[in-house]
């Protein structure tokens, strides 16, 4: 029975897995690349100054962390895509267990999903991450962070590694995420099916109140602690706040939904669409809330320093910073969109119902556009104050200064990226889903 849910559900629904194997497969370069880079800079015969040099740059220990930090992401991200990609089973997962599949039979059919998956994307990651690895360690020699005598070679133990972290991280993100489908009672999961639940939880809620009350005391904190440590410990600040965002999402969603009417007819029915799918939406919300923070708190933490001290920061210092800011942007993207994608395709009858009662292609696709605008807003509001909850105690300690600065060409690109995003998560799948006549999609999608 479990290979057979397995089987059927990587089948029937191959694109609902795009998110945990693109996760998984960035999983797989970023450990491969990272045990390769560490297995370089330690090999290479360098000097005793440019030994000494190389160590007291703390890069080693920065591929380490690479290492560490694809461990946690992979746990989280794959969590949340297989959140999706299980939704889509709820039916099937209700089936079996009517016909006597118990809890545990179903959290290993889920768990044997994500296992089936990690593993042709840790082959095509592997080799990824020695080209990305190859790049990193270039662009350190140009900036002069590390000698010239450092060059790439593979490290015999990344696919092992990569394999090990990746199954086992994927697993652990695959049953966490199949908790409550595999306990829920079969009759419930028809029913929740075929109608939204549209209640919010009471203790979810709790839990993310306290998470971002959490947050905010930390923030408070570090204003008044070693400015040495600010950044390691706003990390976790932004991190408890983010995921207190995703417990708090359903009520922001509806929070923001009525928004939306002031487009009109298209909008109202974009405000009802958010109301019923406020829970399933805000999956997209810890990832893009997540990128939005991490990346603005790298960002404007540089921009101010060099605004404040009217000085540009070393080259190396900001491209190993920001080198690293893009692994966890590429992981909370791959995430956002994958929610949206799996939420707008799960709604490919609805659509065709609409279009079957008058509603054009271009009127359906109006609808989604103003969903997708309401999300964006929603992000970008809760990100910036995640950002800055974080950041001004951050930049107190380290710079003085409690004014955040920011030059508007930046602030435009991240806007124009963060719309791009969600718009390439909920616009493209819907063309996809719009492609052929209604009433075949109707006789298709079952």
């Given at each position: 029975?479990?290979?057979?849910?397995?089987?059927?559900?990587?089948?029937?629904?191959?694109?609902?897995?795009?998110?945990?194997?693109?996760?998984?497969?960035?999983?797989?370069?970023?450990?491969?690349?990272?045990?390769?880079?560490?297995?370089?800079?330690?090999?290479?015969?360098?000097?005793?100054?440019?030994?000494?040099?190389?160590?007291?740059?703390?890069?080693?220990?920065?591929?380490?962390?690479?290492?560490?930090?694809?461990?946690?992401?992979?746990?989280?991200?794959?969590?949340?895509?297989?959140?999706?990609?299980?939704?889509?089973?709820?039916?099937?997962?209700?089936?079996?267990?009517?016909?006597?599949?118990?809890?545990?039979?179903?959290?290993?059919?889920?768990?044997?999903?994500?296992?089936?998956?990690?593993?042709?994307?840790?082959?095509?990651?592997?080799?990824?991450?020695?080209?990305?690895?190859?790049?990193?360690l270039a662009g350190l020699t140009g900036h002069g962070a590390i000698p010239p005598g450092v060059t790439f070679h593979s490290s015999a133990a990344a696919l092992p590694a990569a394999l090990g972290i990746t199954v086992g991280a994927s697993l652990v993100g695959a049953l966490v995420a199949a908790i409550r489908p595999a306990r829920v009672r079969p009759a419930a999961a028809l029913t929740e099916m075929a109608v939204p639940r549209r209640r919010v939880s009471v203790v979810h809620t709790a839990i993310g109140v306290v998470l971002v009350a959490g947050g905010v005391v930390l923030s408070v904190l570090i204003a008044k602690g070693d400015p040495a440590k600010a950044g390691e410990s706003g990390f976790f600040t932004m991190l408890a706040m983010c995921v207190g965002v995703g417990f708090l999402g359903p009520v922001l969603l509806r929070l923001v939904a009525p928004l939306a009417r002031l487009f009109g007819g298209t909008g109202a029915l974009a405000a009802d669409n958010l109301a019923v799918r406020s829970k399933a939406l805000s999956g997209a919300l810890v990832p893009l809330v997540l990128a939005i923070a991490f990346a603005t708190v790298k960002v404007v933490t540089h921009t101010t320093s060099v605004h404040v001290r009217a000085a540009p920061d070393p080259p190396a210092q900001v491209w190993t910073e920001y080198s690293g800011t893009s692994v966890y942007v590429a992981f909370a993207a791959v995430a956002a969109v994958n929610t949206l994608v799996t939420v707008l395709l799960a709604r490919r009858r609805e659509l065709a119902v609409t279009r079957l009662v008058g509603a054009s292609r271009t009127r359906a696709l109006a609808v989604v556009v103003c969903e997708a605008l309401m999300v964006t807003v929603t992000a970008l509001a809760v990100g910036t104050v995640v950002a800055m909850v974080t950041l001004v105690p951050m930049l107190h300690g380290m710079l003085g200064t409690w004014m955040p600065y920011l030059p508007t060409g930046q602030l435009i690109v991240g806007l124009a990226a963060v719309i791009g995003l969600v718009l390439l998560g909920t616009v493209v799948p819907a063309l996809v889903a719009m492609r052929r006549p209604a009433v075949e999609s109707l006789a298709v999608d079952p």
């Open positions: 029975m479990n290979a057979g849910l397995t089987r059927q559900a990587l089948r029937k629904q191959p694109w609902a897995f795009a998110g945990p194997f693109v996760t998984q497969c960035l999983a797989a370069a970023l450990v491969s690349g990272a045990l390769g880079a560490s297995s370089s800079m330690s090999g290479a015969r360098l000097d005793p100054a440019a030994r000494q040099a190389l160590t007291e740059s703390s890069l080693p220990e920065m591929a380490a962390l690479f290492v560490v930090m694809s461990v946690y992401l992979t746990a989280l991200i794959v969590g949340l895509t297989m959140t999706s990609s299980i939704a889509r089973q709820g039916r099937d997962i209700a089936l079996v267990r009517a016909v006597g599949a118990t809890p545990g039979r179903v959290r290993r059919a889920v768990a044997a999903q994500a296992a089936a998956v990690a593993v042709p994307a840790t082959v095509l990651g592997v080799p990824l991450g020695a080209l990305l690895a190859r790049a990193w």
